[in-house]
Antibody, heavy 120, light 111 residues
Framework: EVQLVQSGTEVKKPGESLKISCKGSGYRFSSYWIGWVRQMPGKGLEWMGIIYPGDSDTRYSPSFQGQVTISADNSVSTAYLQWGSLKASDTAIYYC?????????????WGRGTLVTVSS | QSVLTQPPSVSGAPGHRVTISCTGS?????????VHWYQQLPGTAPKLLIY???NRPSGVPDRFSASKSGTSASLAIAGLQAEDEADYYCQSYDSSLNDVVFGGGTKLTVL
């Protein structure tokens, strides 16, 4: 069974750094793109970017380029999303999702989401 | 403002049929890029409902169907049930933006 298990809720202050995780199981982690999606409170879904763990090919949405870093570690079947300096506007739920095949393919399996709250 | 435009809300009575539109442009849906649909039940992660324009993943009831024409796509839900009450999102790729884009989402209320 394919599963994506995300790290737990985070409460941070503006300016702090953060790295959240998404651990895949039940499939060959290196062979499928993993994407990250943001959902701000009461708002819709926003595409952030994707990574192919097999070769670390990473592609960012222009809206998020330079704002976050997506990475992956095949040895622990885990993808990461990180911030160097959080802002209050980063408060959101962040979902990871496994794509079905290519980089533009749909997101077939989803994690439950990580709630990130940034507040002073 | 989303690149793909969806109505903010739709509603229908149990047993009835509703449709949700997703209007794009010549750089996304009109360019031939595939459209996918997601269902997000309250307080849960999104779920893939329709992929590559018209296909249902295993386990999705055939009450859900979708179509695509020109620069638009639509999702139809027949035989509405209370459990269908959720937010629905369309998704495609935009060649001009070089970005995957979501519609703004549509809240379905089952009356």
């Amino acid at each position: 069974e394919v599963q994506l298990v995300q790290s737990g809720t985070e409460v941070k202050k503006p300016g702090e750094s953060l790295k959240i995780s998404c651990k895949g199981s039940g499939y060959r982690f290196s062979s499928y793109w993993i994407g990250w999606v943001r959902q701000m409170p009461g708002k819709g879904l926003e595409w952030m970017g994707i990574i192919y763990p097999g070769d670390s090919d990473t592609r960012y949405s222009p809206s998020f380029q330079g704002q976050v870093t997506i990475s992956a570690d095949n040895s622990v079947s885990t993808a990461y999303l990180q911030w160097g300096s959080l802002k209050a506007s980063d408060t959101a739920i962040y979902y990871c999702a496994r794509l079905t095949s290519g980089s533009h393919s749909p997101q077939e399996y989803w994690g439950r989401g990580t709630l990130v709250t940034v507040s002073s | 403002q989303s690149v793909l435009t969806q109505p903010p809300s739709v509603s229908g009575a149990p047993g009835h049929r509703v449709t949700i539109s997703c209007t794009g442009s010549s750089s996304n849906i009109g360019a031939g890029h595939d459209v996918h649909w997601y269902q997000q039940l309250p307080g849960t992660a999104p779920k893939l409902l329709i992929y590559v324009n018209t296909n249902r993943p295993s386990g999705v009831p055939d009450r859900f169907s979708a179509s695509k024409s020109g620069t638009s796509a639509s999702l139809a839900i027949a035989g509405l049930q209370a459990e269908d009450e959720a937010d629905y999102y369309c998704q495609s790729y935009d060649s001009s933006l070089n970005d995957v884009v979501f519609g703004g989402g549509t809240k379905l209320t089952v009356l």
